[in-house]
Structures are given as C-alpha cells and as structure tokens.
C-alpha cells in the first residue's frame, strides 16, 4: 500500500529542490569562473538553506536553532550585494553585508538570553522581526539605488539576476515577521520558495549569455575578413562588448601618446572616473592601442581579450592611419604657430625700423645738408655736423645688429656646426661633454635647427635643472642627423608649460623631425630631436 504524501513532506521536498538549485549552480559557476566568488556564495547559500529546513537530529538552544535558521538569509544578502563580482568593492556594500550578519549574530544572542520566548512573544519576537526587516529593506534600497546608477553595460551583467533579487528580498521581509508572530503564510512562502528558485536559473543564464558574447567574438573575425569596405574598429568593439561609450586610442611612438582615428589625445581614465577602466592592448611586446571601455567589462576580461585579438590586424592598421593624422595635426598646428610667430616677428621688425632706425637714417642727410650749407662760411661748423653724421651711420649700424640678432646665429656661418657647438660648451654654465665627431656637411636648415636644439636645452638646463653637468649625443645615420641633450638635474621639465621647449618643438616639426622630452622628477631631463636630412 503507497502512504499519501504528507503536506510536511512535500514542503520539505521543495525546500530541498530549491537548496539543491543553488548547490548545482554554485558548483557549476564555481567551475566556469574559479577565480570568482559568486559560485561559492551560491553553494553556501543552497547548503544553509537545506541545513535550515532539515529536522535537527537533537533539540538545539533556542539561540542555535535561530542561527540555524537565519544563516541561510544572512549569506543570501552576501550573495545578492556581491553579484557580478563576489566582492564588495564599496564601502556601502560592506555595511549593508555586515548588517546582514549582525542582525543574525544580534536576534540569535537575544534569543539565548530570552529563553522560552515563544514566536510574536515577548522581546525575542520583536528583536528577531527587526532584525529581518531592516537588513532586508538595506537590501532593497541597497540594490535598487546600484541598479539605478549603473552604467549600461553593468544593467547587463546585474539583469535579470538583480530584479529577482529585491523580489526576493521584499518577500524574506514579508514572510519572516509575519512566520516569527506566528501568522501563517503559506502562499507567500510559496511564491518566495519560486522566487529564490530563480535566482540560481537567472545566474546559469548569465554565464550561457557570456558564452554567447565570446561566440560572437568568432562571428566578428568572420565579418572583418567579408568585409567589402573598411570597418572601424571602435563601432564593431563597442557593439560586441555592448559598450557605446568604448574609445580606442592608437599609440603614437614619435610624440608618446595615445590618439583616436582622428588625430585628437586619447588619455587613460583619471582617478576621477571610477566607472571607466582601460585595457591596453600589444603585439610582440609593443604597444598598439588602449581600449578605455566600461569597469564593467573588467569582470569579463576574456572577453575582452578575445575580441580585441580578432581586431588585431585591424588595429594595427587603425594605427598607422592614427599615427599619420596625428603628425599631420600637429604640422598643421606647428605651421599655424609659426605663421603667426612670423607675422609678429615682422610686425615688430617693422615697429622698430620705423621708430629707430628710420629716424636716425633720416637725421644722417639732414646733417649732411648743413654741413654742406655752411661749409663755406663755418668749416669747423661743418666739420661737427660731418661727426655727428658719422656717429649717427655708426649708430643705426649697431640698431641694425640688434635687430638681426638671433635671426641667425653668426658662430653657424663663421665656425660651422662642430665649433657652434663648443663655443656653446665653453659659454655654457654647467659643464657639457660634446663628441669629438660632430657630423658636418649638413644642410644649413637641418644646422641651424640643431644648434638652437642644443642652445635651448643648455639654457634650460642653467635655468632649472640644478645639474652638476650635462652630455650631448650627436650622430648622422640613415640620412638623419640624431642630437641628444642630457643632464642629471632635477627633471620635471613640461614642454607644455613654457614657451622655450613648444618653439623648438615647433622648430622640429615644420623640418618634418621628431621632437621629445623625457624629464621624470629627480632623475634629469632628456631632450632629443631627430632631423632628416635628405
């Protein structure tokens, strides 16, 4: 004869059957994912749920059997505020947790001090109803505010998972305050039994759906290799990791920086962009781009991985185009610059011929005049009008050298490069080593480019650097005059900060050279430009 099954022991199979729900997919996303947490926190879950439900084999204190009880919920919070990650990353998830496991700590010690405090009795009900509802309604808020202020990309990871969740939650606030006063609520505990249900099913979804997205990852090298027209990376990136707001910056060796396909600096997020993280992507150990994407997407770093090797190739390429635009930018930028250097330059040579120059050319034939006028009648008049004649051509000589001072440096033409460049050593105030093969027979540009290179960087060097001494490197190879300026000051120089280092850099460019600094704080400053020569 079959014995009907007791409502006891239909009750006590669903509850297993849930248990059993969270047991499986903790082990299942503990395999898939080791390095996360959220699969043990699922089997912890699942295992307390069971232990809760189970008969005891012996009668427990009052205060133990709480604990018992409760435990389960108290690592179900852990569970739900740690989901994608396993961890809490923020100082409210932390307290929220620790609520969680306080409460549990507080109602089971109570309950120990109270014994025989039946359900909805005495203290003990009433500390062990608070103690469910608030952890549980810090939950609800808890969850709904992260789910409000969640980028895109993270609503993707937290959904459906998150939603089931505060379902859930709100339903432990309902059901175990009115289970404590003794009220029954079986349907309730029905519904919430289904609810929790789903939470192991909604995590197993997510990581059938992270399988999807790296499958896609295949589906994106097909499209590249069919592709009849040129596709931008950072659109098929942003689409595959579910990212609008990906940015790929493509690495620029000549000026050390990152650029987009335009031109324009790609800089890594600050420190003020908590929400934004960066993956930087190489080839044979060089740099190629960075992807600034979405924090969100650190927790699925193969992913990420995986779809920016399918765009390898693409990258590279991207790179290259970036590289160029960007020179052409600055060029543009540097000749702009230079243009209207040049126009002031003019405008003040004009300013000065007019009020010094001119002035003085014009007083010569006057006193010219004079002295022809009364040279007959006074000659030592006219001797003293000749003087000041002479005196005032002597003077507009030496207005004439100022004002073509430093068009071109007169060691340049009178000694060439090599005794420049020791006449700048023996001026200089801090002692500089120089080669004793300075490379001659260089175009005059690519020569008088090199010597304000080294003119400015042994300036700055005097004015800032507090160096003991300098060392200047210089070697023609391949067609390219290379010129280095080192010293062992201070560093910390910034050619965005002053006018000195942008001109020569400026200088460098409009020759179609590579101009840069490197100036780390306490370990020196080094300037270097390379010039083509051909």
């Given at each position: 004869m079959i014995e009907p099954v007791t409502a006891g022991a239909f009750d006590l199979g669903v509850a297993c059957l849930v248990g059993l729900s969270f047991v499986l997919a903790g082990l299942v996303g503990w395999r898939a994912r080791p390095r996360n947490r959220v699969g043990?926190?699922?089997?912890?879950?699942?295992?307390?749920?069971?232990?809760?439900?189970?008969?005891?084999?012996?009668?427990?204190?009052?205060?133990?059997?709480?604990?018992?009880?409760?435990?389960?919920?108290?690592?179900?919070?852990?569970?739900?505020?740690?989901f994608p990650a396993g961890r809490l990353g923020t100082v409210a998830s932390r307290l929220v947790v620790a609520l969680?496991?306080?409460?549990?700590?507080?109602?089971?010690?109570?309950?120990?001090?109270w014994p025989g405090a039946g359900p909805g009795r005495g203290g003990a009900g009433v500390v062990a109803i608070v103690g469910?509802?608030?952890?549980?309604?810090?939950?609800?808020?808890?969850?709904?505010?992260?789910?409000?202020?969640?980028?895109?990309?993270?609503?993707?990871?937290l959904s459906p998972l998150l939603g089931v969740a505060v379902i859930a939650a709100a339903l432990v606030v309902a059901v175990k305050p009115a289970t404590i006063a003794g009220r029954d609520v079986a349907g309730l505990n029905a519904v919430l039994q289904v609810a929790l249900t789903t939470i192991p099913l909604a995590y197993l979804a997510g990581l059938l759906r992270r399988r999807i997205d790296r499958a896609g990852v295949a589906d994106l090298v097909v499209r590249l290799h069919r592709a009849d027209r040129p596709v931008r990376p950072e659109i098929v990136l942003a689409r595959t990791l579910h990212d609008p707001t990906l940015r790929i910056g493509y690495w620029v060796a000549d000026s050390g920086r990152y650029v987009d396909t335009g031109g324009h600096p790609v800089t890594p997020p600050s420190p003020d962009e908590p929400d934004r993280a960066v993956t930087r992507i190489d080839r044979d150990g060089k740099p190629i781009a960075i992807v600034v994407h979405d924090r969100a997407l650190l927790e699925e770093p193969d992913l990420v991985e995986a779809a920016c090797a399918a765009l390898g190739l693409v990258l590279e390429n991207e790179r290259l185009t970036a590289e160029l635009r960007s020179r052409l930018r600055e060029l543009a930028e540097s000749r702009r610059r230079l243009v209207r250097a040049a126009e002031a330059e003019r405008r003040r040579l004009e300013r000065d011929l007019h009020d010094g120059v001119q002035q003085r050319l014009l007083s010569i034939p006057m006193a010219l005049s004079l002295a022809e006028a009364v040279l007959p009648d006074d000659p030592e008049r006219a001797r003293s009008l000749l003087r000041e004649a002479r005196e005032a051509g002597l003077a507009v000589l030496d207005d004439v050298r100022a004002l073509t001072q430093g068009l071109h440096p007169p060691m340049l033409t009178e000694r060439g490069l090599a005794g420049a460049i020791r006449e700048l050593a023996t001026l200089s105030p801090v002692p500089l080593r120089i080669p004793d093969d300075v490379p001659a027979g260089l175009p005059a540009e690519v020569e008088t480019t090199a010597y304000y290179v080294i003119a400015e960087a042994l300036a700055n060097i005097a004015k800032h650097a507090a160096a003991d001494e300098a060392e200047l490197r210089i070697g023609l190879r391949a067609?390219?005059?290379?010129?280095?300026?080192?010293?062992?000051?201070?560093?910390?120089?910034?050619?965005?900060?002053?006018?000195?280092?942008?001109?020569?850099?400026?200088?460098?460019?409009?020759?179609?050279?590579?101009?840069?600094?490197?100036?780390?704080?306490?370990?020196?400053?080094?300037?270097?430009?390379?010039?083509p020569c051909g």
């Open positions: 043990p926190l699922l089997l912890a879950v699942g295992v307390l749920w069971v232990l809760a439900k189970l008969p005891a084999a012996v009668a427990l204190p009052d205060g133990v059997a709480v604990v018992r009880a409760g435990a389960w919920a108290a690592m179900f919070v852990h569970l739900v505020v740690a969680g496991y306080l409460s549990l700590t507080v109602v089971g010690t109570l309950t120990a001090l469910v509802v608030v952890p549980g309604a810090a939950v609800v808020v808890h969850l709904t505010v992260r789910w409000v202020r969640s980028t895109g990309p993270r609503r993707r990871q067609g390219q005059l290379t010129l280095e300026v080192r010293d062992d000051g201070r560093g910390g120089a910034d050619p965005a900060s002053g006018s000195g280092l942008r001109g020569l850099a400026e200088r460098v460019a409009v020759e179609g050279g590579v101009f840069q600094v490197e100036s780390p704080p306490g370990r020196g400053t080094r300037v270097r430009a390379t010039l």
